[in-house]
């Protein structure tokens, strides 16, 4: 099963969106190291409407903890500073996709201690960066693509 990697994430909505699309692709969600929000705030309950008793999520001290769980050549980090692009890589049917916070994206020695299986979503040349809900959308759905979404040929 893919699943949703979340590095200090900021912003309540963004984060209530993404645990909509994890809910409704079945995909789990680990959130990992400090939140910049609480997660019974109101405006993270709100995005992720009735859907929180249907997914599997779960808070993680740091992604070396993940790592240790599942095998590190199974993360796939989405980063602007990466080269490749996200459609062209093979992504394992138990794939984790990594994504950074909104401020900062991914910390740079992760990014690039792991490069070959960093990657990034062509965009425009001189805009920053997708909104991370969308961003995660998009990664998740070509993973999900490659499999078949849900048993679909």
Not at 23 to 41: N, S
Not at 58 to 66: A, F, K, S, Y
Not at 129 to 139: D, Q, R, W
Request: proline share 4%; charged share 25%.
């Amino acid at each position: 099963m893919i699943s949703i990697v979340l590095v200090e994430p900021e912003i309540p909505e963004n984060t209530g969106n993404i645990s909509r699309t994890c809910a409704c692709t079945g995909m789990p969600l680990y959130l990992v190291g400090k939140l910049g929000f609480e997660i019974t705030q109101s405006r993270l309950k709100r995005a992720g409407l009735d859907y929180w008793d249907k997914m599997h999520i779960e808070r993680v001290g740091t992604i070396e903890e993940l790592f240790e769980r599942f095998g590190k050549e199974k993360f796939y980090f989405f980063s602007t500073k990466a080269k490749q692009n996200y459609h062209k890589v093979s992504y394992p049917s138990d794939a984790f996709l990594v994504f950074g916070k909104e401020t900062k994206g991914l910390p740079e020695d992760l990014i690039f201690s792991n490069y070959d299986h960093s990657v990034r979503i062509p965009m425009r040349e001189h805009l920053r960066c997708l909104n991370l809900s969308n961003a995660v959308a998009v990664g998740a759905y070509e993973a999900l693509s490659q499999h078949g979404f849900f048993g679909e040929a």
